[in-house]
């Protein structure tokens, strides 16, 4: 199962370089809740209790046990908590730029990213689209271009942002995930996932490499594989590396 980031996106901007796993496998994405097409009322609570207990839901309606999850973003952390919560559900953890088991490894990405975004170059390539009439010519090529320039901090080379698949994050789901997370701190558990464990983390990514390599030394059976040439979105960046690493570690269908 994949499991995208966000929180509060959808599972398509993990395609097409994702699918590139698919040969001889089945990927199974879905759209969390809150996000994408899984839109829900106000009322409807958003919180990692509530993901949790969705994937173990579509897990078991559609996946024969045990689970592989391969995860990107906040997507591993999802998977994190997931086998904390089902221990006995999980075979395989593949965590791709997995967002932090602690608080301190989000601010520490958010203080990175900010100052990318502010670095001089995307402040003039933003101010010379809005003074380049792009919007009125052409609407579609003008969100496009805004849309690279709001994800360039997350890469080692701003201009591989268009290797991305656009897509858009729901505010009011993204922020109930973090502040259902306030204060949690994983280390002390991360012992008990049992699970085999493979994390992909980009050199240049804005969370910082740190985290990935305290997470691989609390895992009993991890190991981690660093991309020198990426930095968070690292299957856009190095695709055909990313398929070498992981097509060995995921199960193929029988």
């Known amino acids: 199962m994949a499991l995208h980031g966000g929180p509060g996106a959808s599972h398509d ?24 097409r899984s839109e829900v009322a106000r009322e409807v609570p958003l919180g990692w209790r509530e993901h949790v207990a969705d994937l173990a839901a579509i897990a078991g309606a ?12 906040w997507g591993g952390l999802l998977a994190v908590l997931f086998a904390l919560e089902h221990p006995e559900r999980v075979a395989r953890l593949a965590l791709v730029a997995p967002a932090g088991t602690h608080a301190g490894v989000r601010l520490e990405f958010e203080r990175r990213f900010a100052a990318r975004q502010a670095a001089r170059e995307i402040v003039e390539a933003r101010a010379a689209l809005s003074r380049s009439g792009l919007r009125e010519r052409d609407p579609d090529a003008f969100w496009r271009r805004a849309f690279e320039l709001s994800v360039a901090g997350y890469f080692k080379e701003p201009a591989r942002a268009s290797n991305l698949t656009p897509f858009r994050v729901a505010a ?5 995930v973090w502040q259902s997370l306030e204060g949690m701190d994983l280390r002390a558990r991360l012992h008990e996932i049992a699970a085999e464990t493979l994390v992909l983390h980009g050199r240049h990514d804005p969370i910082p490499l740190a985290a990935s390599e305290e997470l691989v030394a609390a895992l009993p059976r991890a190991r981690l594989v ?29």
């Open 13 to 36: 901007y993990l395609r097409p370089q994702f699918d590139a796993l698919a040969t001889g496998r089945t990927l199974l994405y879905y759209d969390q809740r809150g996000g994408g």
């Open 62 to 73: 559609a996946v024969p046990a045990p689970l592989t999850l391969l995860g990107f973003s």
């Open 226 to 254: 660093v991309f020198e040439d990426s930095g968070h979105a690292l299957y856009a960046e190095e695709t055909a590396r990313f398929v070498e690493v992981l097509d060995p570690f995921l199960p193929r269908s029988p």
């Open 172 to 176: 009011r789901a993204q922020q109930a």
